[in-house]
Antibody, heavy 119, light 106 residues
Framework: EVQLVQSGAEVKKPGESLKISCKGS????????IGWVRQMPGKGLEWMGI????????RYSPSFQGQVTISADKSISTAYLQWSSLKASDTAMYYC????????????WGQGTLVTVSS | DIQMTQSPSSLSASVGDRVTITCQAS??????LNWYQQKPGKAPKLLIY???NLETGVPSRFSGSGSGTDFTFTISSLQPEDIATYYC????????FGPGTKVDIK
């Protein structure tokens, strides 16, 4: 069974750094892209970026380029989403997603990690 | 960038009704279009890929059609468990979601 299990909810202050994680299991971690989708409170879905753990090829949405860093450690089948300096506007639910090699759909989703940034 | 629009933004229908949602792309995306269902408080779920193909395990009352710039998502007989927000998503150029359509029971 394919599973994406994300790290727990976080409460941070503006300016702090953060790294959240997503562990994949039940499939070949290095044969699919893995990515992140943001959902701000009461809003829609926004694709942030994807990484191919097999060779670390990373693609970002223009809206998120330079704002976050996506990485992966294939030895432990885990992907990461990282901020160096959080803003209140980063408050959102972040979903980890599996993406086929064709970069077409988000076929499996993690349970979501709620990030709250507040002073 | 390819922009996606959906209509309506929300709708209320009775159990058993036929529900139709439209999705329009700002340029020709062939059939590179997927549909997702997000129930309240849950992660989204892929329902239809490549505009008209039902994901494994998805009930047959859900269907999709269209190509080019205009796409349609249909629930043939609305059930109480279909209360959700539905999103289209294109993958012709990068990956973009539509703004969503919230479906309620009347």
């Amino acid at each position: 069974e394919v599973q994406l299990v994300q790290s727990g909810a976080e409460v941070k202050k503006p300016g702090e750094s953060l790294k959240i994680s997503c562990k994949g299991s039940g499939y070949s971690f290095t044969s699919y892209w893995i990515g992140w989708v943001r959902q701000m409170p009461g809003k829609g879905l926004e694709w942030m970026g994807i990484i191919y753990p097999g060779d670390s090829d990373t693609r970002y949405s223009p809206s998120f380029q330079g704002q976050v860093t996506i990485s992966a450690d294939k030895s432990i089948s885990t992907a990461y989403l990282q901020w160096s300096s959080l803003k209140a506007s980063d408050t959102a639910m972040y979903y980890c997603v599996r993406v086929p090699q064709t970069i077409s759909s988000f076929d499996y989703w993690g349970q979501g990690t709620l990030v709250t940034v507040s002073s | 960038d390819i922009q996606m629009t959906q209509s309506p933004s929300s709708l209320s229908a009775s159990v058993g009704d036929r529900v139709t949602i439209t999705c329009q792309a700002s340029q020709d995306i062939s059939n590179y279009l997927n549909w997702y269902q997000q129930k309240p408080g849950k992660a989204p779920k892929l329902l239809i890929y490549d505009a008209s193909n039902l994901e494994t395990g998805v009930p047959s009352r859900f269907s999709g059609s269209g190509s080019g710039t205009d796409f349609t998502f249909t629930i043939s007989s609305l059930q109480p468990e279909d209360i959700a927000t539905y999103y289209c998503q294109q993958y012709d150029n990068l990956l973009t979601f539509g703004p969503g359509t919230k479906v309620d029971i009347k």
